[in-house]
């Protein structure tokens, strides 16, 4: 009990010599060490197939490493699941089909054994953008609208760790915009900590305070790019010149690592 989550009320995740090597020989993810603050959002940056949804399922328990450790808050990963502290969103959203929006999103509530918040489950379906589909059954749905839907689930509880795995995938790029620039407004008040793996280098800027470039796999670390930008983060913001140097820095650094691969690098 009691993972220790600082002054922030977030958990910090550190990561020890963390690797994986899937049984049959597929080596995820290279000896990792990384520290992600507690409060702090950080976006995974990396090669389709380099590591980056392995290294979330092992920070959210569901995954063991081969090797290293690591610890959110202190404790194991399975700690703060207990006490349901961590929220998780996939790019494949789970949602139930018999159950609603509505529905999905306040069953997340009593699996938490939060009470009932009609006004906050009403507020975020409107924060994603599904005003009007709050009585729609996912198979009602497109990929994005379902998506959006995830992300509310997941919010929905005030998690204290937030893992977005490409949550905003089949989500159309007008309505990426406007979730990139409205769901941090969610998260950047209660000082959550958020990991967000994203395929796409605007979206990290957008969002994050951190960026972590991953090389192909095993996922190793190219770059650690600190996005200094003021928050909240406005509409105009992508197109400063501060914020067009930073996307340059992350491409750039996506790019090395691609290089680098060939020929592979040894593991540490
Ligand atoms: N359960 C598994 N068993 C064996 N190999 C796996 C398993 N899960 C993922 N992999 C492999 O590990 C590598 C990294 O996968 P993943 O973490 O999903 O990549 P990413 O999310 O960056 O696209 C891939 O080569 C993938 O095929
Ligand atoms: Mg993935």
Same mark, same amino acid.
């Given at each position: ?7 922030? $009320? ?6 020890? $010599? ?20 507690? $409060? ?115 919010? %929905? ?47 990290? %800027? ?6 972590? %470039? ?55």
């Amino acid at each position: 009990m009691g993972a220790d989550t600082g002054n922030t $009320g977030s958990p910090d995740i550190r990561c020890k $010599g963390l690797a994986k090597v899937f049984p049959g020989g597929v080596e995820a993810i290279r000896p990792l060490d990384v520290t992600f603050e507690g $409060g702090r959002t950080t976006a995974l940056v990396g090669p389709s197939g380099c590591g980056k949804s392995t290294l979330l399922r092992i920070i959210a328990g569901l995954e063991t490493p081969s090797s290293g450790e690591v610890r959110v808050g202190g404790a194991p990963p399975a700690e703060i699941q207990r006490d349901a502290g961590l929220s998780m969103a996939f790019q494949d959203p789970s949602l139930l089909p018999w159950r609603t929006v509505r529905g999905n999103i306040e069953l997340a509530l009593k699996l938490a054994r939060r009470p009932p918040a009609p006004h906050a489950v009403e507020n975020l379906i409107r924060l994603v953008g599904l005003d009007g589909f709050a009585g729609s059954r996912p198979a009602e749905l497109s990929g994005g609208m379902r998506q959006r839907a995830a992300i509310a689930r997941a919010m %929905v509880t005030e998690p204290r760790l937030l893992l977005l795995d490409e949550p905003f995938g089949a989500v159309d790029e007008l309505t990426r915009r406007q979730l990139a620039e409205d769901l941090p407004l969610l998260w950047e008040p209660r000082r959550t900590t958020a990991l967000l793996v994203t395929h796409s280098v605007v979206e990290s %800027v957008l969002l994050a305070d951190r960026v972590l %470039v991953l090389s192909p796999r095993p996922a190793g670390i190219v770059a650690d790019i600190p996005v200094p930008l003021p928050r909240p983060r406005a509409a105009g913001v992508a197109e400063t010149p501060e914020f067009r140097s930073i996307a340059r820095a992350v491409a750039e650094a996506l790019a090395r690592g691609m290089a680098q691969a060939r020929p592979p690098l040894a593991a540490q």
